[in-house]
Protein backbone atom coordinates (compact mmCIF):
# COMPACT_ATOMS: atom_id res chain seq x y z
CA UNK A 1 0.00 0.00 0.00
CA UNK A 2 2.71 2.17 0.68
CA UNK A 3 4.52 1.59 -2.09
CA UNK A 4 1.98 2.17 -4.33
CA UNK A 5 1.31 5.90 -2.33
CA UNK A 6 5.06 6.59 -2.79
CA UNK A 7 5.14 5.34 -6.21
CA UNK A 8 2.08 7.47 -7.30
CA UNK A 9 3.69 10.92 -5.79
CA UNK A 10 6.17 10.15 -7.73
CA UNK A 11 4.75 9.78 -10.98
CA UNK A 12 2.71 13.25 -10.21
CA UNK A 13 5.93 14.30 -9.75
CA UNK A 14 7.18 13.64 -13.05
CA UNK A 15 4.24 14.46 -14.39
CA UNK A 16 4.11 18.17 -13.17
CA UNK A 17 7.84 18.93 -13.94
CA UNK A 18 7.21 17.22 -17.05
CA UNK A 19 4.33 19.84 -17.99
CA UNK A 20 6.88 22.54 -16.30
CA UNK A 21 8.95 21.67 -19.33
CA UNK A 22 7.11 21.43 -21.95
CA UNK A 23 5.59 24.45 -21.18
CA UNK A 24 8.54 26.72 -20.30
CA UNK A 25 9.47 27.64 -23.56
CA UNK A 26 5.54 28.95 -24.13
CA UNK A 27 5.77 31.75 -21.50
CA UNK A 28 5.80 34.58 -24.49
CA UNK A 29 3.73 34.39 -27.49
CA UNK A 30 6.50 36.39 -29.96
CA UNK A 31 9.75 34.06 -28.33
CA UNK A 32 9.43 31.10 -29.96
CA UNK A 33 11.98 29.40 -27.43
CA UNK A 34 15.21 27.68 -28.06
CA UNK A 35 15.30 26.45 -31.37
CA UNK A 36 17.29 23.16 -32.10
CA UNK A 37 16.25 22.40 -36.13
CA UNK A 38 16.13 26.22 -37.50
CA UNK A 39 15.21 25.06 -41.10
CA UNK A 40 11.85 23.96 -39.40
CA UNK A 41 11.04 26.99 -37.27
CA UNK A 42 12.29 29.36 -40.47
CA UNK A 43 10.60 27.66 -42.81
CA UNK A 44 12.87 27.60 -46.84
CA UNK A 45 9.47 27.54 -48.58
CA UNK A 46 8.61 30.65 -50.99
CA UNK A 47 5.74 31.96 -52.71
CA UNK A 48 6.28 30.72 -56.31
CA UNK A 49 6.88 33.56 -58.85
CA UNK A 50 7.44 35.89 -56.15
CA UNK A 51 11.21 37.53 -56.48
CA UNK A 52 13.59 35.28 -54.67
CA UNK A 53 17.56 35.02 -53.74
CA UNK A 54 17.52 30.96 -54.25
CA UNK A 55 20.30 31.77 -56.84
CA UNK A 56 22.37 32.68 -53.66
CA UNK A 57 21.50 29.74 -51.50
CA UNK A 58 22.69 27.86 -54.28
CA UNK A 59 19.31 26.12 -55.13
CA UNK A 60 19.10 25.24 -58.42
CA UNK A 61 15.59 26.03 -59.15
CA UNK A 62 14.34 27.90 -61.78
CA UNK A 63 10.55 28.23 -62.49
CA UNK A 64 10.38 30.06 -65.74
CA UNK A 65 12.19 28.88 -68.54
CA UNK A 66 15.79 30.14 -69.68
CA UNK A 67 16.25 33.41 -70.89
CA UNK A 68 15.25 32.81 -74.81
CA UNK A 69 14.03 29.81 -74.36
CA UNK A 70 10.46 28.54 -74.29
CA UNK A 71 8.58 25.94 -73.37
CA UNK A 72 8.23 22.86 -75.81
CA UNK A 73 4.92 23.05 -77.82
CA UNK A 74 4.64 27.12 -76.60
CA UNK A 75 3.98 30.25 -78.48
CA UNK A 76 6.62 32.81 -78.95
CA UNK A 77 6.84 35.14 -76.32
CA UNK A 78 4.83 37.99 -76.24
CA UNK A 79 7.35 41.11 -77.02
CA UNK A 80 5.57 44.41 -77.08
CA UNK A 81 6.33 46.06 -73.41
CA UNK A 82 3.77 47.29 -70.84
CA UNK A 83 3.32 50.85 -72.17
CA UNK A 84 1.24 53.14 -73.50
CA UNK A 85 2.99 52.74 -77.17
CA UNK A 86 3.38 49.03 -76.60
CA UNK A 87 -0.77 49.11 -75.79
CA UNK A 88 -1.12 51.01 -79.65
CA UNK A 89 0.93 48.42 -81.65
CA UNK A 90 -0.81 45.68 -79.75
CA UNK A 91 -3.99 46.44 -82.14
CA UNK A 92 -1.93 44.93 -85.16
CA UNK A 93 -0.74 41.64 -83.32
CA UNK A 94 -2.79 38.20 -84.81
CA UNK A 95 -4.15 35.61 -82.92
CA UNK A 96 -1.68 32.57 -83.54
CA UNK A 97 -4.26 29.72 -82.71
CA UNK A 98 -6.41 28.29 -85.96
CA UNK A 99 -10.07 28.62 -85.01
CA UNK A 100 -10.74 26.82 -81.99
CA UNK A 101 -13.29 23.31 -82.49
CA UNK A 102 -16.19 22.92 -80.33
CA UNK A 103 -14.19 21.00 -77.73
CA UNK A 104 -11.41 23.80 -77.28
CA UNK A 105 -14.19 26.37 -77.22
CA UNK A 106 -15.49 24.59 -74.24
CA UNK A 107 -12.43 24.87 -73.04
CA UNK A 108 -11.75 28.24 -73.20
CA UNK A 109 -15.60 28.99 -71.94
CA UNK A 110 -14.13 26.82 -69.05
CA UNK A 111 -11.14 29.38 -68.42
CA UNK A 112 -13.08 32.19 -69.08
CA UNK A 113 -15.36 31.34 -66.34
CA UNK A 114 -12.76 30.39 -63.82
CA UNK A 115 -10.72 33.33 -64.06
CA UNK A 116 -12.78 36.49 -65.61
CA UNK A 117 -16.24 35.53 -64.54
CA UNK A 118 -15.84 36.71 -60.97
CA UNK A 119 -15.82 40.32 -62.66
CA UNK A 120 -17.01 40.40 -65.91
CA UNK A 121 -19.46 37.62 -65.37
CA UNK A 122 -20.58 34.66 -67.67
CA UNK A 123 -22.83 36.70 -70.12
CA UNK A 124 -19.42 39.34 -70.05
CA UNK A 125 -22.25 41.84 -69.30
CA UNK A 126 -20.04 43.08 -65.83
CA UNK A 127 -22.22 41.57 -63.70
CA UNK A 128 -19.72 39.35 -62.33
CA UNK A 129 -20.10 39.32 -58.21
CA UNK A 130 -16.88 41.47 -57.56
CA UNK A 131 -18.08 43.83 -59.94
CA UNK A 132 -21.91 44.11 -58.79
CA UNK A 133 -20.65 43.81 -54.81
CA UNK A 134 -18.43 47.26 -55.57
CA UNK A 135 -15.35 45.22 -54.95
CA UNK A 136 -13.75 45.93 -58.37
CA UNK A 137 -14.97 49.23 -59.58
CA UNK A 138 -15.66 49.97 -63.63
CA UNK A 139 -15.20 46.64 -65.15
CA UNK A 140 -15.17 46.18 -68.42
CA UNK A 141 -18.76 45.36 -70.17
CA UNK A 142 -17.26 43.24 -72.88
CA UNK A 143 -20.69 43.36 -74.59
CA UNK A 144 -20.67 47.12 -75.82
CA UNK A 145 -19.31 48.20 -79.12
CA UNK A 146 -16.16 49.87 -78.17
CA UNK A 147 -14.88 46.22 -76.42
CA UNK A 148 -16.43 43.89 -79.95
CA UNK A 149 -14.63 46.63 -82.02
CA UNK A 150 -11.45 45.70 -79.81
CA UNK A 151 -9.12 44.11 -81.54
CA UNK A 152 -7.41 40.75 -80.21
CA UNK A 153 -4.04 41.83 -80.11
CA UNK A 154 -5.42 45.13 -77.80
CA UNK A 155 -7.20 41.92 -75.71
CA UNK A 156 -4.29 40.22 -75.61
CA UNK A 157 -1.60 42.86 -74.53
CA UNK A 158 -4.50 43.95 -71.73
CA UNK A 159 -5.06 40.15 -70.24
CA UNK A 160 -1.13 39.68 -70.24
CA UNK A 161 -0.20 42.95 -68.37
CA UNK A 162 -3.34 43.61 -66.86
CA UNK A 163 -5.30 46.79 -67.14
CA UNK A 164 -5.75 49.78 -64.14
CA UNK A 165 -8.05 47.44 -61.76
CA UNK A 166 -7.57 44.12 -63.88
CA UNK A 167 -4.72 42.32 -62.95
CA UNK A 168 -1.90 40.38 -65.01
CA UNK A 169 -3.12 36.94 -66.21
CA UNK A 170 0.45 36.02 -68.01
CA UNK A 171 0.81 33.32 -64.86
CA UNK A 172 -2.42 31.81 -64.30
CA UNK A 173 -3.07 31.38 -68.66
CA UNK A 174 -0.34 30.26 -70.78
CA UNK A 175 -0.03 32.35 -74.02
CA UNK A 176 -2.34 29.71 -75.65
CA UNK A 177 -5.31 29.35 -73.08
CA UNK A 178 -5.04 33.55 -73.43
CA UNK A 179 -5.70 33.07 -76.83
CA UNK A 180 -8.23 30.50 -76.41
CA UNK A 181 -10.24 32.87 -74.43
CA UNK A 182 -10.13 35.89 -76.66
CA UNK A 183 -11.36 33.31 -79.26
CA UNK A 184 -14.48 32.49 -76.83
CA UNK A 185 -14.60 36.01 -76.02
CA UNK A 186 -15.21 37.38 -79.69
CA UNK A 187 -17.35 34.29 -80.74
CA UNK A 188 -19.61 35.40 -77.86
CA UNK A 189 -19.48 38.85 -78.92
CA UNK A 190 -20.34 37.49 -82.47
CA UNK A 191 -23.21 36.40 -80.73
CA UNK A 192 -23.09 32.74 -82.30
CA UNK A 193 -24.84 30.02 -80.94
CA UNK A 194 -22.98 29.93 -77.42
CA UNK A 195 -25.05 32.05 -75.94
CA UNK A 196 -25.50 29.48 -73.14
CA UNK A 197 -22.29 28.06 -73.36
CA UNK A 198 -20.97 29.93 -70.23
CA UNK A 199 -23.09 27.94 -67.69
CA UNK A 200 -23.22 24.80 -69.48
CA UNK A 201 -19.50 24.84 -68.77
CA UNK A 202 -19.41 25.73 -64.96
CA UNK A 203 -21.98 23.07 -64.24
CA UNK A 204 -20.10 20.61 -66.45
CA UNK A 205 -22.88 19.34 -68.19
CA UNK A 206 -21.07 17.84 -70.87
CA UNK A 207 -23.96 18.99 -73.41
CA UNK A 208 -22.75 20.45 -76.31
CA UNK A 209 -24.08 23.68 -76.71
CA UNK A 210 -20.62 25.30 -76.82
CA UNK A 211 -20.49 24.05 -80.27
CA UNK A 212 -19.99 27.45 -82.63
CA UNK A 213 -20.76 25.76 -86.01
C1 LIG B 1 -10.70 41.58 -60.78
C2 LIG B 1 -11.69 41.79 -61.80
C3 LIG B 1 -11.34 41.35 -63.21
C4 LIG B 1 -11.02 40.08 -63.63
C5 LIG B 1 -10.96 38.83 -62.79
C6 LIG B 1 -10.80 40.18 -65.03
N1 LIG B 1 -10.98 41.45 -65.46
FE1 LIG B 1 -10.90 42.12 -67.37
N2 LIG B 1 -11.21 43.98 -66.75
C7 LIG B 1 -11.45 44.38 -65.46
C8 LIG B 1 -11.55 45.82 -65.40
C9 LIG B 1 -11.81 46.64 -64.16
C10 LIG B 1 -11.36 46.28 -66.72
C11 LIG B 1 -11.36 47.73 -67.20
C12 LIG B 1 -9.91 48.19 -67.30
C13 LIG B 1 -9.87 49.64 -67.71
O1 LIG B 1 -9.97 49.91 -68.91
O2 LIG B 1 -9.77 50.47 -66.81
C14 LIG B 1 -11.15 45.10 -67.53
C15 LIG B 1 -10.94 45.14 -68.91
C16 LIG B 1 -10.85 44.05 -69.72
C17 LIG B 1 -10.70 44.09 -71.16
C18 LIG B 1 -10.57 45.34 -72.00
C19 LIG B 1 -9.09 45.70 -72.03
C20 LIG B 1 -8.78 47.03 -72.63
O3 LIG B 1 -7.69 47.12 -73.23
O4 LIG B 1 -9.56 47.97 -72.48
C21 LIG B 1 -10.67 42.79 -71.58
C22 LIG B 1 -10.54 42.31 -73.02
C23 LIG B 1 -10.74 41.95 -70.42
N3 LIG B 1 -10.86 42.74 -69.30
C24 LIG B 1 -10.71 40.58 -70.44
C25 LIG B 1 -10.54 39.80 -69.30
C26 LIG B 1 -10.27 38.39 -69.33
C27 LIG B 1 -10.16 37.55 -70.58
C28 LIG B 1 -10.18 37.98 -68.05
C29 LIG B 1 -9.84 36.61 -67.53
C30 LIG B 1 -8.64 36.01 -68.04
C31 LIG B 1 -10.41 39.15 -67.21
N4 LIG B 1 -10.62 40.22 -68.01
C32 LIG B 1 -10.44 39.11 -65.83
C33 LIG B 1 -11.57 43.56 -64.37
C34 LIG B 1 -11.31 42.20 -64.37
Known sequence: MNGMKKNNIIFSLFVLVSLCVAF??????REPGKIYMPDMAYSRAYVAYAPN?????????????VEGTIRRGDLFPYILPNDS???KLSAQVKDPLPPLNSTQMKEAARLFNINCAICHGEKMDAQGP???????PAVANLTLA??????VGTMFHSITYGKNNMGSY?????????????????????????ATASSDANSASGTDSTKTK
Open 24 to 29: QSCDSK
Open 53 to 65: NLASENIKYIPWP
Open 85 to 87: NGY
Open 130 to 136: LSTGGKV
Open 146 to 151: QYIAMP
Open 170 to 194: ASQLSREQRWMVIQYIKAHQAGLNI
